[in-house]
């Protein structure tokens, strides 16, 4: 649909949900360009505004800030558009019958990746290997990514495409597995992904940015207005080699981003950062729609693939503790740096031992380094026990969590941790008491982006470790005013306050109305971005 940019609006008839504790609800709100300008009364809003302005009845539905984003990758969301998507399959035999199909049509020296292998969901719940693989598409090379993208599958054909024989390397960070009787399975893990993930080729650019409107169209529909969007600027990313040409392609794809765009890159060179820190990444200003805030890295892997650094073994892989995917002061190092630069730190930390080593490293570097207000963060936090949450509040660590992983782990989680580590995985309610800021996101792709279900596994859990359920108020700040904090960015946007950008979704119900079961139905009605008009549900 094409925007509409009237230069008045005066929204009233419904909720309007501030997230301002001083006026949390109020009747009327008053836009002119891209900035709130009036809230409270009606009459009085409209005196203002004088004869030139447009009335937008919300007919009894809700308004309230833009969701945020705090975690997702644009760039590999865009990609995803264009590949096979697996996250509808059941079986191994499922997946070798759509492999068949889906290489029929595809050149034979041509790396196939699909991605959104869910295995926990088959009734056997194993990886397929190198030879089921080969039994679907033995001419083809192809190469299956577990949804979480760290870890995956190789046929044949792409192990000898990416040159991994019998004797494979030994790389630091990652694994190349092996089958009881010492043969290569086709699993890769972390590190070891780049291997094949170089072979990669990408879609015509074409093609490519006709995927990149989609995917941005697809975030407006779900009601996000900014992206916290990791970027890499390097072959060492989580794409492998492909994440050399994530930030070209940003850059490409400049004109076709509807959102406001905040970014953390994760690089090798932390002297980069001050590369990327000018347009069209970083426009320059505080209320820029486009900036870059900080360095990303990780520490370790994941729960799915089993390599999240743990300090006792996984339940249902009693010799597999996971690991880091870096030596500690080889981070340190990059953190130094960074810290010392005046930018942000986000960590990938997912496993019991891997938080509190990066709790360590921030302890050391914020003793060594004093600094105010450097809101760094740990990207995931998913398993923080009493010491790191304690550590956590008195440093200012925000958690920059992912609430989507639950509606994903929580029927197979308990078999992969035990029910005592349970109780401090995911501990969103612990988080809050300690008085840490809770920032919400999705991390997109591997997750679907919608706050809307966001919400829902905060205030329900699934049944999930319920004790640490949330209340609809705590859940909306976190994918709004805390998740705004997260990137310095509370005084621009995140609640609906004079002055402050003009970033706004209608809802079909009040979320701090309905049932909380009943929450994952509620309808994006509209968004607004910057008191435009992105996305406008069909009536």
Same mark, same amino acid.
């Given at each position: 649909?094409?925007?509409?940019?009237?230069?008045?609006?005066?929204?009233?008839?419904?909720?309007?949900?501030?997230?301002?504790?001083?006026?949390?609800?109020?009747?009327?709100?008053?836009?002119?360009?891209?900035?709130?300008?009036?809230?409270?009364?009606?009459?009085?809003?409209?005196?203002?505004?004088?004869?030139? %302005?447009?009335?937008?009845?919300?007919?009894?539905?809700?308004?309230?800030?833009?969701?945020?984003?705090?975690?997702?990758?644009?760039?590999?969301?865009?990609?995803?558009?264009?590949?096979?998507?697996?996250?509808?399959?059941?079986?191994?035999?499922?997946?070798?019958?759509?492999?068949?199909? /889906?290489?029929?049509?595809?050149?034979?020296?041509?790396?196939?990746?699909?991605?959104?292998?869910?295995?926990?969901?088959?009734?056997?719940?194993?990886?397929?290997?190198?030879?089921?693989?080969?039994?679907?598409?033995?001419?083809?090379?192809?190469?299956?990514?577990?949804?979480?993208?760290?870890?995956?599958?190789?046929?044949?054909?792409?192990?000898?495409?990416?040159?991994?024989?019998?004797?494979?390397?030994?790389?630091?960070?990652?694994?190349?597995?092996?089958?009881?009787?010492?043969?290569?399975?086709?699993?890769?893990?972390?590190?070891?992904?780049?291997?094949?993930?170089?072979?990669?080729?990408?879609?015509?650019?074409?093609?490519?940015?006709?995927?990149?409107?989609?995917?941005?169209?697809?975030?407006?529909?779900?009601?996000?207005?900014?992206?916290?969007?990791?970027?890499?600027?390097?072959?060492?990313?989580?794409?492998?080699?492909?994440?050399?040409?994530? /930030?070209?392609?940003?850059?490409?794809?400049?004109?076709?981003?509807?959102?406001?765009? %905040?970014?953390?890159?994760?690089?090798?060179?932390?002297?980069?950062?001050?590369?990327?820190?000018?347009?069209?990444?970083?426009?320059?200003?505080?209320?820029?729609?486009?900036?870059?805030?900080?360095?990303?890295?990780?520490?370790?892997?994941?729960?799915?693939?089993?390599?999240?650094?743990?300090?006792?073994?996984?339940?249902?892989?009693?010799?597999?503790?996971?690991?880091?995917?870096?030596?500690?002061?080889?981070?340190?190092?990059?953190?130094?740096?960074?810290?010392?630069?005046?930018?942000?730190?986000?960590?990938?930390?997912?496993?019991?031992?891997?938080?509190?080593?990066?709790?360590?490293?921030?302890?050391?570097?914020?003793?060594?380094?004093?600094?105010?207000?450097?809101?760094?963060?740990?990207?995931?936090?998913?398993?923080?026990?009493?010491?790191?949450?304690?550590?956590?509040?008195?440093?200012?660590?925000?958690?920059?969590?992912?609430?989507?992983?639950?509606?994903?782990?929580?029927?197979?989680?308990?078999?992969?941790?035990?029910?005592?580590?349970?109780?401090?995985?995911?501990?969103?309610?612990?988080?809050?008491?300690?008085?840490?800021?809770?920032?919400?996101?999705?991390?997109?792709?591997?997750?679907?982006?919608?706050? /809307?279900?966001?919400?829902?596994?905060?205030?329900?859990?699934?049944?999930?470790?319920?004790?640490?359920?949330?209340?609809?108020?705590?859940?909306?700040?976190?994918?709004?005013?805390?998740?705004?904090?997260?990137?310095?960015?509370?005084?621009?946007?995140?609640?609906?306050?004079?002055?402050?950008?003009?970033?706004?979704?209608?809802?079909?119900?009040?979320?701090?109305?309905?049932?909380?079961?009943?929450?994952?139905?509620?309808?994006?009605?509209?968004?607004?971005?910057?008191?435009?008009?992105?996305?406008?549900?069909?009536?």
């Amino acid at each position: 649909m094409n925007q509409k940019n009237l230069n008045k609006v005066i929204y009233f008839g419904g909720t309007i949900l501030t997230i301002n504790e001083k006026e949390p609800i109020i009747d009327a709100m008053g836009v002119e360009g891209e900035k709130i300008v009036f809230t409270g009364n009606l009459a009085q809003i409209k005196e203002s505004f004088g004869t030139d %302005y447009h009335m937008v009845d919300l007919k009894g539905h809700t308004l309230l800030p833009g969701f945020i984003d705090c975690h997702l990758h644009p760039i590999i969301f865009i990609y995803y558009q264009l590949s096979p998507n697996l996250s509808n399959i059941t079986s191994i035999s499922e997946l070798k019958s759509y492999l068949k199909e /889906i290489c029929k049509n595809k050149k034979k020296n041509e790396l196939l990746i699909c991605f959104n292998l869910k295995e926990e969901n088959f009734d056997i719940p194993e990886l397929p290997t190198r030879w089921d693989l080969d039994e679907a598409c033995p001419n083809h090379p192809i190469f299956v990514m577990r949804y979480d993208s760290h870890i995956g599958i190789a046929n044949t054909k792409a192990l000898k495409l990416a040159k991994i024989n019998e004797s494979p390397p030994i790389i630091e960070g990652g694994e190349i597995r092996k089958d009881k009787v010492g043969r290569i399975n086709g699993i890769i893990s972390e590190k070891a992904l780049n291997l094949i993930l170089s072979k990669i080729s990408f879609p015509e650019i074409n093609e490519m940015k006709k995927a990149a409107i989609q995917a941005f169209k697809n975030l407006a529909e779900k009601g996000i207005t900014s992206l916290q969007g990791i970027l890499s600027a390097g072959t060492h990313s989580e794409f492998g080699s492909a994440g050399a040409v994530e /930030i070209p392609l940003r850059k490409t794809f400049h004109d076709c981003i509807l959102q406001n765009w %905040y970014a953390l890159i994760n690089t090798e060179k932390v002297s980069k950062l001050h590369k990327f820190k000018k347009p069209p990444l970083d426009e320059g200003k505080k209320d820029s729609k486009f900036k870059v805030g900080g360095l990303k890295l990780f520490l370790d892997g994941t729960f799915g693939a089993k390599t999240a650094c743990m300090f006792e073994p996984f339940s249902d892989s009693p010799n597999n503790c996971g690991y880091c995917v870096v030596k500690e002061e080889e981070i340190y190092e990059k953190m130094k740096e960074a810290h010392n630069d005046g930018y942000q730190i986000a960590i990938h930390v997912i496993g019991d031992k891997g938080n509190r080593i990066a709790m360590n490293l921030y302890k050391r570097l914020l003793d060594e380094f004093p600094r105010d207000n450097h809101r760094h963060r740990i990207e995931h936090a998913s398993m923080l026990t009493e010491d790191v949450l304690k550590d956590m509040a008195k440093y200012n660590i925000i958690a920059s969590c992912q609430p989507p992983f639950i509606n994903s782990e929580f029927k197979w989680l308990p078999r992969r941790l035990g029910e005592k580590r349970c109780k401090y995985t995911y501990p969103m309610k612990s988080i809050l008491e300690k008085g840490i800021i809770l920032a919400s996101g999705s991390d997109c792709p591997i997750e679907d982006p919608n706050p /809307i279900l966001g919400l829902h596994a905060l205030v329900t859990r699934n049944g999930f470790t319920p004790e640490q359920c949330i209340t609809i108020e705590d859940a909306i700040k976190s994918y709004t005013i805390n998740a705004a904090y997260a990137a310095f960015e509370e005084e621009i946007k995140g609640s609906i306050e004079i002055g402050k950008l003009a970033d706004l979704v209608i809802l079909d119900k009040n979320p701090i109305k309905v049932p909380k079961e009943k929450i994952k139905n509620i309808q994006v009605l509209e968004t607004i971005i910057r008191g435009k008009t992105v996305y406008k549900k069909q009536s």
